[in-house]
């Protein structure tokens, strides 16, 4: 069992990935925006980060380059409607493991998590 934050503005998307990731047993938070994360990371141990790419105000980049910064070791996937060559490269360039394209499918997300996380 993992401990796993989705950051997402939208609810929809976030509601989707938390009941995914808990039907395969893992114990799931979520955060509506990077302050809200990085409150949650602030004080929680998370096995992983599944964080959107564009969110109003600070994005997910501004998320991960906070989390660098800082030097954390929580590994990270980011999610993005749209996710292309450049964005890719961004995202990993400051750590981020991949990039999951919306709409995101069961499976993907569930694969790639194990991947992640061992489970």
């Known amino acids: 069992m993992s401990n796993i934050l989705i950051a997402d503005d ?3 998307c976030r509601d989707s990935i938390k009941k995914v990731l808990e039907r395969e047993g893992h114990i799931v938070e979520t955060a509506e925006n990077v302050d809200k994360a990085l ?3 602030g004080t929680s141990h998370f096995d992983l980060l599944v964080c ?3 969110m109003p105000g600070k994005t997910g980049i501004d998320l991960l ?3 660098r910064r800082k ?3 929580t590994p990270v996937l980011m999610i993005s409607a749209y996710a292309d060559a450049s964005v890719e490269s961004a995202v990993r360039q400051l750590g981020a493991l991949d990039v999951l394209r919306k709409p995101i499918r069961r499976q993907e997300l569930i694969d790639r998590t194990a991947k ?3 489970g």
Request: net charge negative.
């Open 52 to 54: 959107d790419y564009r």
């Open 71 to 73: 030097e954390s070791i």
């Open 116 to 118: 992640v996380i061992g």
């Open 65 to 67: 380059t906070e989390l």
């Open 10 to 12: 939208d609810k929809t």
């Open 39 to 41: 409150e949650a990371l």
